[in-house]
């Protein structure tokens, strides 16, 4: 489980999160929309330990964003919006070391399973500075999937996906929505439709709406993203 209570993140004058609080719990793919600068990727950096709130707490899986925050590494898998990879490593060696960081046993065997499940495998002899910006997008879902992680943060996971590797992808993360906690951000509202069962839309660093999405559709979403990031 993601508790978040009353975070607030503020760069010199700027409140990029604002009193932000919410929990999301396993079996949840939970969308995180908004603007460019609205905050989504703050908050993510935060929940992932990679730079502390202002003022607030998070917990992941009970561990403590400030207290424990190794064990949260530990629970969570990160995809970051631009994907940090070694570019002159080969895709399986990169896995293999992703692999030896989080202390995984038979190593070769749990590589070769991410590659089938992300679609790397026609690339897979390759070293990723070869790859296309999609196939990167694989390695570094692979490498956030690999620990088998209970809660699973991905920034903007589809950019630079054809059509084809859209429909796989969108596969891989829904069905990692069944048994873990799946956080995501999109700019791409059918993206939305199509993998999560709920939407929180940031303004302005703050949470102006969260829905189910059981009886919502893409566009109804639209127009309430629009209505309430107009101001």
Same mark, same amino acid.
Request: with cysteine; net charge negative.
């Given at each position: 489980?993601?508790?978040? #209570?009353?975070?607030?993140?503020?760069?010199?004058?700027?409140?990029?999160?604002?009193?932000?609080?919410?929990?999301?719990?396993?079996?949840?793919?939970?969308?995180?929309?908004?603007?460019?600068?609205?905050?989504?990727?703050?908050?993510?950096?935060?929940?992932?330990?990679?730079?502390?709130?202002?003022?607030?707490?998070?917990?992941?899986?009970?561990?403590?964003?400030?207290?424990?925050?190794?064990?949260?590494?530990?629970?969570?898998?990160?995809?970051?919006?631009?994907?940090?990879?070694?570019?002159?490593?080969?895709?399986?060696?990169?896995?293999?070391?992703?692999?030896?960081?989080?202390?995984?046993?038979?190593?070769?065997?749990?590589?070769?399973?991410?590659?089938?499940?992300?679609?790397?495998?026609?690339?897979?002899?390759?070293?990723?500075?070869?790859?296309?910006?999609?196939?990167?997008?694989?390695?570094?879902?692979?490498?956030?999937?690999?620990?088998?992680?209970?809660?699973?943060?991905?920034?903007?996971?589809?950019?630079?996906?054809?059509?084809? #590797?859209?429909?796989?992808?969108?596969?891989?993360?829904?069905?990692?929505?069944?048994?873990?906690?799946?956080?995501?951000?999109?700019?791409?509202?059918?993206?939305?439709?199509?993998?999560?069962?709920?939407?929180?839309?940031?303004?302005?660093?703050?949470?102006?709406?969260?829905?189910?999405?059981?009886?919502?559709?893409?566009?109804?979403?639209?127009?309430?993203?629009?209505?309430?990031?107009?101001?």
């Amino acid at each position: 489980m993601i508790q978040v #209570q009353h975070i607030t993140k503020i760069y010199d004058s700027q409140r990029a999160l604002d009193d932000v609080s919410f929990t999301a719990q396993k079996g949840e793919v939970v969308g995180l929309l908004g603007p460019n600068g609205a905050g989504k990727s703050t908050l993510m950096k935060i929940l992932t330990c990679y730079i502390p709130p202002t003022e607030g707490e998070a917990t992941v899986c009970g561990h403590s964003i400030y207290d424990d925050p190794l064990a949260v590494r530990r629970v969570t898998g990160y995809l970051p919006e631009h994907n940090p990879l070694y570019t002159d490593m080969y895709v399986r060696e990169f896995l293999r070391f992703a692999a030896g960081v989080y202390g995984i046993k038979q190593a070769k065997e749990k590589v070769e399973q991410m590659i089938e499940l992300v679609g790397l495998t026609p690339e897979s002899n390759k070293r990723i500075g070869q790859l296309s910006k999609g196939y990167r997008q694989r390695v570094g879902l692979a490498q956030a999937l690999i620990h088998d992680p209970q809660v699973l943060i991905l920034d903007e996971p589809t950019t630079g996906l054809d059509p084809n #590797q859209l429909e796989e992808i969108r596969t891989v993360i829904k069905n990692a929505g069944h048994d873990k906690v799946v956080l995501l951000s999109t700019h791409i509202m059918q993206e939305v439709e199509a993998m999560c069962s709920r939407a929180i839309i940031i303004n302005h660093g703050r949470i102006v709406s969260d829905d189910h999405l059981t009886h919502i559709t893409s566009q109804q979403l639209t127009e309430k993203f629009h209505r309430v990031t107009a101001e």
